[in-house]
Structure formats: C-alpha cells, structure tokens
C-alpha cells in the first residue's frame, strides 16, 4: 500500500512525528510485518 502527502514542514521533527503516527496505525489496525518509511523531497 502506498500513501502520498504533503508536510506543511520539512524538518526532522515533522518526519518523526509521521513515523510514529504511522506505527501506531499499523499497531491499531494488527499489522505485524515490517512497515517502510520512505520520504522524498520534490
């Protein structure tokens, strides 16, 4: 599965904020394979 966004800001804060909320949805939701973060600046 694939998401796309925007950060309203590029900073190491914003990025671990999008980490962590993306584990605990993956905690939430019962997933238990290895997630990947992947970020690209356009």
Do not use: H, K, Y
Request: with cysteine; proline share 2%; charged share 10%.
């Amino acid at each position: 599965m694939t998401f796309c966004g925007t950060l309203a800001e590029w900073s190491l804060d914003a990025l671990g904020w999008l980490g962590g909320f993306r584990a605990d949805l993956s905690a939430q939701n019962g997933i238990t394979t290895p997630v990947l973060l992947t970020v690209t600046r356009s």
